[in-house]
């Protein structure tokens, strides 16, 4: 059965089973596998890039998180040209910055203004920084002492992050596909993650088991995880969007 929402009449958010969020994993190793070594190229590019801005002072940090969707709008641009017969390359990972790039950015400002409230949040339930005046240096054994009994505000944080980045999940290809404003993909990205809450909380859950088993052998898995993971955020979408 498929719904639509009163913002866009050209956008139909259709209504999946939640068993389908799980089969976005099996869909976006389906791609990867289609070209795996292009995918491993775009994402080892899309890592190298944002690791390399977080080590620029001051406003590396913040450049980087204004760009994440961007990249993953490439990342779904890239999945609808292979599945349309094309051949990747490593200028697709730019494909990004040829869509409505402003509307993009807008989105990782909201992000990361969403993640500083919530890291305020947690520090006002007790959160321990971790930080300790003297000249010992703060450990990790130290941070898991002073979190002894307040383990609940994790808990709290991760839950709130994952309402805030499920929400706007689709958004990246809303406004690659559809150029919508920020406030329109918002919006339609809202709508289709209620209306698929099931779909959207099995697609977490295996997003989440991908990157624990890609740990297990020495993070090697995360070669696959990575790539994985920015073919499915296409699969979703089109599973949502495009359906018939």
Request: charged share 15%; aromatic share 12%.
């Amino acid at each position: 059965m498929s719904a639509e929402a009163p913002v866009a009449p050209t956008i139909k958010a259709a209504d999946v089973r939640a068993s389908r969020g799980a089969a976005w994993i099996a869909e976006g190793f389906k791609i990867f596998r289609g070209q795996p070594l292009q995918w491993s190229g775009l994402s080892l590019g899309w890592l190298v890039i944002t690791l390399g801005l977080f080590m620029i002072p001051l406003i590396g940090a913040v450049a980087s998180n204004f760009l994440q969707p961007v990249f993953f709008a490439s990342f779904a641009l890239a999945a609808k040209k292979q599945l349309a017969g094309g051949r990747l390359e490593m200028g697709d990972l730019f494909a990004g910055f040829r869509a409505s790039v402003r509307a993009l950015v807008n989105i990782g400002a909201i992000l990361l203004f969403a993640e500083i409230v919530i890291f305020a949040l947690l520090a006002l339930l007790g959160l321990p920084m971790a930080v300790e005046p003297g000249d010992k240096p703060y450990t990790v054994a130290d941070y898991v002492r002073d979190l002894d009994g307040r383990e609940w505000i994790l808990v709290v944080g991760l839950v709130l992050t994952a309402i805030v980045k499920g929400s706007l999940w689709f958004t990246a290809p809303i406004i690659a596909f559809h150029g919508l404003s920020t406030m329109h993909a918002i919006r339609w990205s809202l709508y289709a993650a209620l209306s698929n809450l099931g779909a959207m909380v099995a697609y977490g859950l295996a997003l989440t088991v991908l990157f624990i088993a890609a740990l297990i052998p020495w993070g090697l898995g995360l070669l696959l995880a990575f790539p994985i993971m920015a073919a499915s955020t296409y699969a979703g979408y089109r599973d949502v969007f495009e359906r018939e």
